[in-house]
């Protein structure tokens, strides 16, 4: 099920990145206190009693040479566009502005809930402040505080409440669904139409030309797949051509559907930064991933350009070791079924669950042969190890202390549990307790 979305928008230097860092839980984007400085990720998954969602700091959405107004336009119609929930941001200390004005102006055009928030409120004295702002026509203001995170809880209550009901999905038993995501013009579109055997979605040499996700249902070999294609993750038009990172957006709700993630690169034109921020987002929900290195027949190759390209993607991806390879090549159909069988293989081992008895002797096992170090006189013991979620594959490793569990211990656990049980193309998460 897509989780919904939530954008935080509002004229420059009130406070959006603050907030989205309050409520994601941790200093994603870069905060300085002048104008327009966000640089680094500004989507991530957030969660609010049993609410799980999106979040967007639409500040980070870098416009180019734009004017003032026509960015913060392009923000907050990138948010209509993508958001189910929008936060309208305010700075309690500076008043109503025009700015605060040409944004309302142009949320009054959209039909989601839009969630007014003062920020700055730093304690109890200054909430009269708020009171300027009912004239912006969104109701009841709430007073935040970003930087000391006062009044985000009623806030939040406020947002969730908004979102929409959930859409009964259709339980679809025995299909796999995955999605292909990448740059745009890396031929997304045209693996789908290889992989169906037919023009189902529109080609071109132009990025963007594709619009939204398409969804094609397909059998191969008796297995049923559903294949969600966000072809170029880019609307057509001035503000998202320009605008490299709302491709991301795509991405995030078609990751969120699949249960494997095709990550697809440009033989010709090798990694670029963006095909590993994409990547991230997939392994951080939790999906199959598999790489597909495409246009492989336009490249000239001897015998050692396959291994050099696999150790490329293997430097660049290391988070992501797990992961096979394939390379395909759509526009001569190249090796393009044998995509299927990765697929399958890959959902098998992300649902894979493993019996108690035999996972707990290949952590006593492993443990024998590499006993974790000591850490100032107190060594890690491991008392028992349950599997308790499949997609992806969960454990949950009692210990006599959870802070001699170290990262590089962990690792090395994992790895165990993949040369004994494969795994082959998921993520395998280790999570610690303590024994009570």
Same mark, same amino acid.
């Given at each position: 099920?897509?989780?919904?979305?939530?954008?935080?928008?509002g004229r420059p230097n009130v406070g959006k990145s603050t907030i989205f860092n309050r409520i994601v839980g941790e200093r994603i984007s870069i905060v300085e206190d002048v104008s327009g400085v966000t640089r680094d990720r500004i989507y991530s998954?957030?969660?609010?009693?049993?609410?799980?969602?999106?979040?967007?700091?639409?500040?980070?959405?870098?416009?180019?040479?734009?004017?003032?107004?026509?960015?913060?336009?392009?923000?907050?119609?990138?948010?209509?566009?993508?958001?189910?929930?929008?936060?309208? &941001?305010?700075?309690?200390?500076?008043?109503?502005?025009?700015?605060?004005?040409?944004?309302?102006?142009?949320?009054?055009?959209?039909?989601?809930?839009?969630?007014?928030?003062?920020?700055?409120?730093?304690?109890?004295?200054?909430?009269?402040?708020?009171?300027?702002?009912?004239?912006?026509?969104?109701?009841?203001?709430?007073?935040?505080?970003?930087?000391?995170?006062?009044? &985000?809880?009623?806030l939040l209550d406020s947002v969730a409440a908004s979102f929409p009901e959930p859409a009964a999905e259709e339980v679809e038993?025995?299909?796999?669904?995955?999605?292909?995501?990448?740059?745009?013009?890396?031929?997304?579109?045209?693996?789908?139409?290889?992989?169906?055997?037919?023009?189902?979605?529109?080609?071109?040499?132009?990025?963007?030309?594709?619009?939204?996700?398409?969804?094609?249902?397909?059998?191969?070999?008796?297995?049923?797949?559903?294949?969600?294609?966000?072809?170029?993750?880019?609307?057509?038009?001035?503000?998202?051509?320009?605008?490299?990172?709302?491709?991301?957006?795509?991405?995030?709700?078609?990751?969120?559907?699949?249960?494997?993630?095709?990550?697809?690169?440009?033989?010709?034109?090798?990694?670029?930064?963006?095909?590993?921020?994409?990547?991230?987002?997939?392994?951080?929900?939790?999906?199959?991933?598999? *790489?597909?290195?495409?246009?492989?027949?336009?490249?000239?190759?001897?015998?050692?350009?396959?291994?050099?390209?696999?150790?490329?993607?293997?430097?660049?991806?290391?988070?992501?070791?797990?992961?096979?390879?394939?390379?395909?090549?759509?526009?001569?159909?190249?090796?393009?079924?044998?995509?299927?069988?990765?697929?399958?293989?890959?959902?098998?081992?992300?649902?894979?669950?493993?019996?108690?008895?035999? &996972?707990?002797?290949?952590?006593?096992?492993?443990?024998?042969?590499?006993?974790?170090?000591?850490?100032?006189?107190?060594? &890690?013991?491991?008392?028992?190890?349950?599997?308790?979620?499949?997609?992806?594959?969960? *454990?949950?490793?009692?210990?006599?202390?959870?802070?001699?569990?170290? *990262?590089?211990?962990?690792?090395?656990?994992?790895?165990?549990?993949?040369?004994? *049980?494969?795994?082959?193309?998921?993520?395998?998460?280790?999570?610690?307790?303590?024994?009570?």
């Amino acid at each position: 099920m897509s989780k919904p979305t939530v954008a935080i928008v509002g004229r420059p230097n009130v406070g959006k990145s603050t907030i989205f860092n309050r409520i994601v839980g941790e200093r994603i984007s870069i905060v300085e206190d002048v104008s327009g400085v966000t640089r680094d990720r500004i989507y991530s998954s957030a969660d609010w009693l049993t609410h799980d969602f999106n979040l967007i700091d639409t500040g980070g959405i870098d416009i180019g040479d734009e004017p003032f107004l026509e960015q913060i336009r392009a923000q907050a119609e990138i948010a209509i566009e993508e958001a189910d929930v929008i936060i309208f &941001l305010t700075n309690g200390r500076e008043g109503v502005t025009n700015g605060d004005e040409q944004v309302a102006k142009i949320l009054y055009k959209t039909k989601k809930p839009v969630v007014l928030a003062v920020n700055k409120i730093d304690n109890p004295e200054m909430r009269e402040m708020i009171y300027d702002f009912y004239s912006l026509g969104f109701g009841d203001p709430h007073p935040i505080s970003g930087s000391h995170g006062l009044g &985000l809880g009623d806030l939040l209550d406020s947002v969730a409440a908004s979102f929409p009901e959930p859409a009964a999905e259709e339980v679809e038993e025995d299909v796999i669904r995955f999605s292909l995501i990448g740059r745009p013009n890396v031929g997304k579109s045209s693996l789908v139409n290889a992989l169906l055997g037919e023009d189902r979605v529109i080609v071109s040499d132009v990025a963007g030309t594709t619009t939204d996700a398409i969804d094609s249902l397909y059998e191969y070999e008796g297995q049923k797949f559903r294949i969600i294609d966000t072809a170029g993750m880019r609307k057509k038009g001035k503000v998202y051509e320009n605008t490299e990172k709302y491709s991301v957006l795509r991405a995030l709700k078609a990751i969120d559907r699949s249960d494997v993630v095709l990550i697809v690169l440009n033989g010709e034109e090798g990694i670029r930064e963006q095909d590993k921020r994409i990547a991230g987002y997939a392994e951080e929900a939790g999906k199959g991933v598999l *790489f597909v290195v495409n246009k492989w027949d336009a490249l000239e190759k001897d015998d050692k350009t396959m291994n050099r390209f696999t150790e490329d993607i293997r430097k660049n991806f290391l988070f992501l070791d797990y992961a096979p390879i394939a390379y395909v090549s759509a526009k001569t159909k190249q090796r393009v079924k044998t995509l299927f069988d990765f697929i399958i293989t890959i959902s098998e081992n992300h649902s894979m669950r493993i019996q108690s008895s035999v &996972l707990n002797e290949v952590v006593e096992d492993a443990v024998a042969r590499n006993p974790a170090p000591a850490d100032k006189g107190k060594r &890690l013991r491991i008392y028992y190890t349950t599997q308790v979620a499949v997609r992806p594959p969960a *454990f949950v490793v009692f210990v006599n202390d959870t802070e001699l569990m170290h *990262f590089s211990y962990e690792r090395f656990l994992q790895n165990r549990l993949r040369e004994s *049980f494969g795994f082959e193309g998921t993520p395998i998460r280790i999570i610690t307790r303590a024994r009570s």
